[in-house]
């Protein structure tokens, strides 16, 4: 990216949810039908069961990031959804 270039903003969906062999995909698919550009994605087993799984993505304006928040967290296998914004000191969107 050169100076020239308007800065990004990545964001980042804090995801739990249902332990299950498709549940990483259900809750990405969202995101790849919305085009966004993945930065980061990882997975947890949560201590008191399910999963916690992080999705850092870039580009997406405050609309299209409260969007697919929506859109994630009215999957089934979806128990809660945060969203931060990283470029403006962590704040949330």
């Known amino acids: 990216m050169s100076d ?3 800065v990004r903003p ?3 969906f804090l995801v739990t949810a249902a332990d299950a062999p498709d549940t990483l995909l259900r809750v990405l698919n969202p995101f790849v039908v919305a085009g966004a550009a993945f930065a980061a994605v990882s997975l947890e ?6 999963v916690e799984i ?4 870039e580009g997406l304006d405050a609309d299209r990031a409260a ?3 929506e859109r994630i967290a009215g999957l089934v296998c979806v ?3 945060g969203v931060l914004q990283l470029n403006a000191g962590r704040q949330a969107a």
Do not use: H, K, M, N
């Open 4 to 6: 020239a270039d308007p």
């Open 10 to 12: 990545r964001r980042t």
């Open 67 to 69: 969007s697919l928040r």
């Open 79 to 81: 128990r809660s959804v």
């Open 45 to 50: 087993r949560a201590p008191r069961g399910g």
């Open 54 to 57: 992080r999705i850092e993505v």
